[in-house]
């Protein structure tokens, strides 16, 4: 089971999309899982043939679980893994079914921890409030809100953060923007934030080490700059899938990319490599009306960046005060990971790129 976030603990298994001699190569989708961030295509990244299959649709497991045995290209099988399965009797499962228990909340009390009938029944009478009533279920959307807490309230005890801001003139950027868009049919125009992104892709070829993950107490640098997009759901909560490798597409394929990204996660398919390969995320509040935006890191990440709205403020050029569209540029990062002057090198690589956006 993949970690799909710092806030994942556990997920379902929906259903299988492959059997076992079935052969795989990387990249096929061969699972899918519910998770509190909604149904996740799982990914293969190696090839092979599936071995055998060690849970079942419905189980709902802890992260790290084995999900499946691939069989490399003349690799011989020497023993099965442990499945690392919750041992529960059929009659057992069903009523949890009926009764709306999770078993794997369940302490089991038969043969070798097995979960028992008597063990559901006791566990769907602890969830009665004194009324007979069963405790409600919270909404998805809580659960995931919750979730999302205790995520970040995580990262704020063990992150040690510092945050940077800088104000970029956006006169530049807006002008090539309008020219450009003049210049595309309607379904193919540009957005501001495709300028964003990639003036932080850009960016981060420079300042490398904001771009990765702090992993057992050290940093390690991305194999590539895939880009978190931070994005809100319709039913509630947030979810940050990655654009990959954003500083090697141009704007156009980074537009159309993100539109098909958010219409995704807002539809529940994204990939599980969407929600575990970001290397840093981008957060864009604009639209909101905030004019800054200073977020916590997601762990295992290094650095988060934000934008607030562009609007027109004085902007002092030349001794000569000007009404200049203006944006509000973040960082949070890491201090483990870098320091204050990387982090103001990297705000001023941002600022140096939108204004030559034909460069982008």
Not at 18 to 44: C, L, S
């Amino acid at each position: 089971m993949p970690s799909l976030g710092a806030d994942m603990e556990a997920g379902t298994l929906v259903e299988w999309l492959k059997r076992p001699g079935d052969a795989v190569k990387r990249g096929d989708i061969i699972a899918v899982v519910d998770t509190q961030k909604g149904a996740i295509e799982i990914e293969v990244f190696e090839d092979g043939t599936i071995e055998s299959l060690q849970i079942e649709p419905g189980e709902k497991v802890p992260v790290g679980t084995v999900l499946a045995v691939i069989r490399g290209a003349g690799e011989q099988l020497l023993a099965p893994p442990p499945a690392a399965r919750l041992r529960v009797s059929p009659m057992a499962r069903k009523l949890a079914a009926d009764l709306g228990v999770d078993v794997t909340g369940v302490e089991g009390t038969g043969a070798q921890g097995a979960v028992t009938r008597e063990d559901v029944e006791r566990a769907a009478a602890a969830l009665r409030k004194p009324g007979g009533q069963p405790s409600p279920t919270p909404a998805p959307g809580i659960d995931m809100r919750a979730a999302i807490a205790a995520a970040m309230a995580r990262s704020k005890r063990e992150i040690p953060h510092y945050y940077l801001s800088t104000t970029i003139d956006m006169s530049a950027a807006g002008a090539w923007l309008r020219a450009e868009n003049e210049k595309r049919p309607v379904t193919e125009r540009l957005l501001p934030i495709a300028l964003l992104i990639r003036a932080v892709a850009l960016a981060l070829r420079e300042v490398r080490e904001l771009n990765g993950h702090w992993i057992d107490g050290g940093f390690r640098q991305g194999t590539g700059i895939h880009i978190g997009c931070a994005i809100s759901l319709r039913g509630g909560g947030l979810i940050a899938p990655a654009l990959h490798d954003a500083d090697q597409v141009d704007l156009g394929a980074l537009m159309r990319k993100l539109t098909d990204l958010v219409a995704r996660a807002r539809a529940g398919a994204l990939r599980s490599s969407e929600l575990s390969d970001s290397t840093i995320t981008v957060t864009n509040l604009g639209d909101q009306g905030v004019d800054a935006a200073f977020g916590i890191i997601y762990p295992p990440q290094v650095a988060l960046v934000g934008f607030g709205r562009i609007s027109e403020r004085p902007w002092v050029q030349s001794g000569k005060v000007e009404g200049r569209p203006l944006l509000t540029a973040t960082l949070s990062a890491d201090h483990r990971a870098t320091d204050g002057h990387r982090g103001g090198v990297f705000l001023t690589a941002v600022d140096r790129l939108l204004q030559a956006p034909e460069k982008l």
